[in-house]
């Protein structure tokens, strides 16, 4: 079935092509053109018709733009993902705030303070995201789920690779549960109580978090 509809996409694309060119060739006047049988049934219509299409080749080039700005904009959605995150690296704009968000800021924060990453982190981090796929204030598994110290690796080195300090939370468009509630929105802090504020803020998205009242009372008192 798609053969055939190919097939025919691809036929009435040439006949349109060819009956394109052989009104162009009457609009500017090409000699040749005499010669070719049957294109004297279109000469009456030539200047018509290179309107109609001029005017619909316009229409369908910004349509195509509008398009292809949409779909670098916004990202395509999976089919049968209707109404959940997009996902992080869909799209050429997204795939760049995808990277910024796979920064290791732990990492970068802990640096500035004369630490750096064990190197058995990157097998402790992978055991903890078999054991806690899914963002623990949202459930969501993805690109963008990470894993989040409870008391900051900079402050407390010694606690970079105990299992009992890590909680796996998201950071995509729309939620952001790992600035928010792991950090207090801003990276350099961090929230003591963050096991009990993804209870309180299950499923909650950044919007709700950000307007909640005992929230902004513990940015305000950050550590």
Same mark, same amino acid.
């Given at each position: 079935?798609? %053969?055939?509809?190919?097939?025919?996409?691809?036929?009435?694309?040439?006949?349109?092509?060819?009956?394109?060119?052989?009104?162009?060739?009457?609009?500017?006047?090409?000699?040749?053109?005499?010669?070719?049988?049957?294109?004297?049934?279109?000469?009456?219509?030539?200047?018509?018709?290179?309107?109609?299409?001029?005017?619909?080749?316009?229409?369908?080039?910004?349509?195509?733009?509008?398009?292809?700005?949409?779909?670098?904009?916004?990202?395509?959605?999976?089919?049968?993902?209707?109404?959940?995150?997009?996902?992080?690296?869909?799209?050429?704009?997204?795939?760049?705030?995808?990277?910024?968000?796979?920064?290791?800021?732990? %990492?970068?924060?802990?640096?500035?303070?004369?630490?750096?990453?064990?190197?058995?982190?990157?097998?402790?981090?992978?055991?903890?995201?078999?054991?806690?796929?899914?963002?623990?204030?949202?459930?969501?598994?993805?690109?963008?789920?990470?894993?989040?110290?409870?008391?900051?690796?900079?402050?407390?080195?010694?606690?970079?690779?105990?299992?009992?300090?890590?909680?796996?939370?998201?950071?995509?468009?729309?939620?952001?549960?790992?600035?928010?509630?792991?950090?207090?929105?801003?990276?350099?802090?961090?929230?003591?109580?963050?096991?009990?504020?993804?209870?309180?803020?299950?499923?909650?998205? %950044?919007?709700?978090?950000?307007?909640?009242? %005992?929230?902004?009372?513990?940015?305000?008192?950050?550590?």
């Amino acid at each position: 079935m798609r %053969a055939v509809l190919r097939f025919i996409i691809v036929g009435v694309l040439v006949v349109a092509c060819l009956v394109g060119f052989v009104i162009a060739s009457y609009r500017f006047n090409w000699p040749w053109l005499g010669s070719v049988p049957g294109s004297s049934l279109l000469k009456p219509y030539a200047g018509i018709l290179w309107d109609w299409l001029m005017v619909h080749l316009l229409i369908v080039i910004a349509v195509l733009i509008a398009g292809i700005v949409l779909l670098a904009l916004t990202g395509r959605r999976r089919k049968g993902q209707a109404g959940k995150v997009p996902h992080p690296s869909s799209g050429w704009f997204n795939k760049g705030r995808a990277a910024l968000k796979r920064l290791d800021h732990g %990492a970068e924060i802990a640096r500035h303070h004369g630490h750096d990453r064990s190197p058995e982190w990157p097998r402790v981090e992978k055991e903890h995201l078999l054991r806690e796929p899914a963002c623990v204030a949202c459930g969501y598994k993805g690109e963008g789920v990470q894993v989040h110290h409870i008391k900051p690796f900079h402050l407390h080195p010694h606690l970079e690779l105990d299992p009992d300090n890590l909680i796996t939370l998201c950071q995509v468009d729309g939620r952001e549960h790992h600035l928010l509630l792991g950090h207090l929105d801003e990276w350099a802090s961090f929230n003591e109580h963050v096991r009990a504020d993804v209870k309180h803020f299950y499923r909650k998205k %950044a919007a709700h978090i950000r307007a909640d009242a %005992a929230w902004q009372k513990k940015v305000m008192h950050r550590p």
